[in-house]
């Protein structure tokens, strides 16, 4: 599961796959508020069994991530710095969030995470074809399978460092929304992720970060895990 790459700048960099993600058709019929199975029409839940079925052939997910010091995390900046090369560098990232749900976190896990291309094609092709509702079908599909790959990353990372006493205990990401103390919210910028694909220096990443922040393929997922003792 977990190769050890050595980038040109000396960043350690771990690697991790597994086999594609199962994805249970009913679920794509709810995401698509079909949630009377029984009232769903047979060409409809076709449609979803087929594009269930491709997932497991379209997709194997691999992950890349770093393991990581938190050495400031206050005032809305949390500086990071390599735990086995400190000397690369610091890397910051800027939200008001930080220092609220990475309290007490003395490690993170910058992650980017993909279910390759072959799946973004697929979704291309039916749309060429003029089948919108398999297109939609597929692509809703792969996001599931993105956020069950996610989780199963998790769960790995937490196995693998539970001999030390640590845990992961929070995952956030460049473009999304998080609570503050006083109940508002505070987004961690798109524009950061330029700033998190620069942490795995110039290892080669199966993912590809466009100049718009958009990840390629589209079926990614990046951010980091914050780390911290288990009680």
């Given at each position: 599961m977990r190769d050890r790459l050595v980038g040109g700048a000396a960043i350690t960099v771990e690697t991790w796959a597994i086999d594609p993600?199962?994805?249970?058709?009913e679920r794509i019929l709810r995401i698509h508020?079909?949630?009377?199975?029984?009232?769903v029409r047979p060409v409809i839940r076709r449609i979803a069994e087929r594009a269930a079925a491709d997932i497991a052939i379209?997709?194997?997910?691999?992950?890349?991530?770093?393991?990581?010091?938190?050495?400031?995390n206050e005032a809305g900046m949390?500086?990071?710095e390599g735990r086995?090369?400190?000397?690369?560098g610091k890397v910051r990232f800027t939200c008001a969030a930080f220092p609220r749900l990475l309290?007490?976190?003395?490690?993170?896990?910058?992650?980017?995470?993909?279910?390759?291309?072959?799946?973004?094609?697929?979704?291309?092709?039916?749309?060429?074809a003029d089948q919108p509702v398999d297109a939609l079908f597929l692509e809703a599909a792969g996001w599931l399978a993105v956020e069950r790959a996610t989780r199963r990353l998790a769960a790995d990372l937490n196995r693998a460092i539970a001999a030390e006493g640590l845990g992961v205990?929070?995952?956030?990401?460049?473009?999304?929304?998080?609570?503050?103390?006083?109940?508002?919210?505070?987004?961690?910028?798109l524009a950061e992720q330029a700033a998190l694909f620069a942490v795995f220096g110039n290892v080669p990443l199966p993912v590809v970060l466009r100049d718009?922040?958009?990840?390629q393929p589209k079926m990614s997922r990046s951010g980091l895990f914050a780390v911290a003792r288990r009680r």
């Open positions: 993600i199962e994805v249970d058709a508020r079909y949630r009377e199975p029984d009232r379209l997709t194997r997910p691999e992950a890349c991530y770093r393991r990581m010091r938190i050495c400031r949390l500086d990071l086995l090369e400190p000397e690369v309290a007490g976190c003395g490690e993170a896990i910058v992650f980017v995470l993909t279910l390759g291309p072959r799946l973004d094609q697929a979704v291309a092709e039916r749309i060429a205990t929070f995952r956030m990401g460049p473009g999304y929304d998080y609570r503050l103390e006083n109940g508002t919210r505070e987004r961690w910028e718009s922040s958009v990840m």
